[in-house]
């Protein structure tokens, strides 16, 4: 029985660059395959295959985990500061995250 072939995505996005890439892959291949197959390791530096924090539509996966047509996978940069510390600071600040006081800041 031939494997029907499946189209996903692949986005990754710094500050200066977003891009997602489209790849054709066999039935039942995993997110693993589509970040390689997609050619995103070859346009951003930094990416490690074997390692990636990476989600499907928002929602955390494993690399081994096995696609579906129209997937899209996301793959994850680290987070540069920690939402906790973020949150405190803010308060101390008498801000809150997400809003802007009557100031603007």
């Known amino acids: ?3 029907n072939p499946i189209m996903v995505e692949v986005a990754y996005a710094t500050p ?8 054709t892959l066999r ?3 995993t997110i693993k395959e589509a ?11 930094g990416i ?12 955390a996966k494993t690399l081994d985990t096995e696609l579906h047509d129209g997937d ?8 540069i500061a920690d939402p906790k510390e973020v949150r405190r600071r803010l308060a101390k600040e ?3 995250m997400g809003r ?5 800041d």
């Open 1 to 3: 029985m031939p494997m």
């Open 16 to 23: 200066e660059e977003q891009r997602i890439f489209e790849v």
């Open 27 to 29: 039935e039942g291949a």
């Open 35 to 45: 970040v390689i197959a997609s050619g995103v390791l070859e346009h951003f530096d």
């Open 48 to 59: 490690d295959p074997d390692t990636a924090d990476v989600g499907i539509f928002g929602k």
């Open 72 to 79: 899209r996978v996301e793959i994850y940069r680290p987070l």
């Open 94 to 96: 008498g801000k809150v």
């Open 100 to 104: 802007k006081n009557e100031d603007g």
